[in-house]
């Protein structure tokens, strides 16, 4: 009974091991009976301490860098807004030609080329409230964009927290169970010698490969 359990469970990881290869590789866009070998062994050390994967995350984040986007913006909208207080310099300038025949009279003909330019200055005098409303509005849109970004930084650092104590602890916890492997290797030994001298009955030989195998599985996990 207990092979059967344990072939039946083999064969259904075995099938979802290969269900997984092929959603791999309908990922990579490769043919879904692309063979490939998976690598049993992944290390599980950080290459930089805490401090500088904090530093990564406030620096890289994409929530945080969209919301200090948006901040730039609002100041550009205040300086925008602060401008249209100044007076109005515009400087034009054009090039044309001027021809004209005339069929009688003593000057037949009249050309003309040239540059002409010229300055406008101007002074919008009528339009105070108005602007003044546009610049109040525009420093508030800038102090709300900074208690977003302070709020989104407050956000994702406690994510990272988190995240960061999961995966400490997980390897913790990896530690152990690795350190705990072998004991469980060594009663499941005991265990087989025991019953091959007749000493135990095969229940108890059971209960200790299942204690072996789910300790494995454990670790599996964990990695």
């Known amino acids: 009974m207990d092979l059967k359990s344990d072939s039946s469970r083999y064969n259904r990881n075995k099938l979802q091991l290969q269900v997984k290869k092929a959603e791999l590789n309908e990922l990579l866009g490769r043919s879904a009976d692309t063979p490939y070998t998976v690598e049993e062994e992944v290390p599980l050390q950080l290459a930089h301490g805490r401090e500088h994967l904090s530093r990564q995350v406030r620096n890289r984040n994409s929530a945080i860098r969209q919301s200090e986007m948006e901040h730039e913006d609002a ?3 205040l300086s ?3 401008a249209k207080r100044y007076p109005e310099l515009v400087m034009n300038s054009s090039y044309g030609y001027y021809r004209e025949d005339n069929d009688v009279g003593q000057l037949l003909e009249l050309e003309s080329t040239g540059f002409s330019g010229g300055l406008t200055f101007r002074v919008n005098i009528f339009n105070g409230n108005r602007l003044s409303t546009e610049i109040q509005n525009s420093r508030i849109a800038v102090r709300q964009s900074e208690r977003r970004i302070d709020k989104t930084k407050l956000a994702v650092m406690r994510k990272f927290k988190v995240a960061y104590d999961t995966y400490q602890n997980s390897l913790q916890d990896l530690d152990f169970e690795r350190s705990s492997l072998e004991l469980y290797q060594q009663n499941y030994d005991k265990a087989l010698e025991d019953f091959r001298q007749g000493l135990i009955s095969s229940t108890e030989l059971r209960a200790a490969q299942l204690n072996l ?4 599985d454990r ?4 990695e």
């Open 219 to 222: 670790i599996n996990d964990l």
């Open 75 to 77: 100041e550009l909208g």
């Open 213 to 216: 195998t789910r300790a494995m």
């Open 80 to 82: 925008l807004s602060r």
